[in-house]
């Protein structure tokens, strides 16, 4: 009990003092608002320590919302990991989600290599419920150096549901930023994709720009 009261307080102070990355990404057929950021506890001495806290607010407006269809949409993703390094980045992990239809519990295993420059983040979770969806959510950013104050920043995100119930739908959403970076700020062109379905599937594409700026 002392171990999670220490780490809700942990979180607290942490939270306060990170860096937040904003994305505003306006497509041609909606906008959306992204808040993303991973954090390591710090331990006694300052340095990491083995929690990472991942952190996820998204929500997204269609241009063509009506009262009864196309309404805004929103998910919260809150993660903790325990990463030991025998695990070589491998580590359990603990998820959960709210969505604008429902509450999901998630576990799993995440793989997580973070570097100043380049960030590959990983998992494979499975619902707590019977008859669970299983989700694979892939994060790659890759931010090499320009010039002395110039960035390239490239990010590739990937976002799979596999239902493990007949009947249901699969979904499978691809995102792409590629733009420059200067200091805190981030702006270029950006596309989404989605495919949802079971035998046949839908497909919806979302194209613009996007600024990102780190608070």
């Known amino acids: 009990m002392r171990t999670i009261i220490a780490l809700i307080f942990s979180l607290a102070y942490e939270v306060g003092t990170t860096q937040i990355p904003v994305e505003i990404f306006a497509g ?7 808040i993303m950021f991973f954090k390591f506890f710090k331990n006694k001495e300052g340095k990491n320590s083995r929690w990472l806290f991942f952190n996820r607010n998204r929500a997204s407006i269609d241009y063509r919302m009506t009262q009864t269809a196309y309404l805004p949409q929103f998910g919260f993703t809150e993660a903790l990991s325990y990463n030991h390094p025998g695990l070589k ?3 359990p992990v603990v998820v959960g989600q709210v969505l604008s239809w429902g509450v999901y519990p998630k576990a799993g295993i995440q793989y997580a290599h973070i570097r100043k420059n380049m960030t590959l983040f990983t998992w494979l979770v499975s619902e707590t419920a019977q008859d669970p969806d299983i989700d694979y959510f892939l994060l790659f950013r890759y931010t090499p150096r320009l010039s002395e104050k110039l960035n390239l ?3 590739v995100e990937s976002v799979n549901t596999f239902p493990t119930s007949s009947g249901q ?10 733009g420059l970076q200067h200091m805190s700020f981030q702006l270029g062109a950006g596309a989404d994709f989605n495919q949802s379905g079971h035998t046949r599937f839908v497909t919806t594409t979302n194209l613009g720009g996007f600024i990102r700026h780190e608070f």
């Open 153 to 155: 920043f490239c990010q």
């Open 28 to 34: 041609h057929e909606r906008s959306t608002v992204d």
């Open 169 to 178: 739908n699969y979904s499978f959403t691809q995102r792409f930023r590629l």
């Open 89 to 91: 980045g491998f580590a």
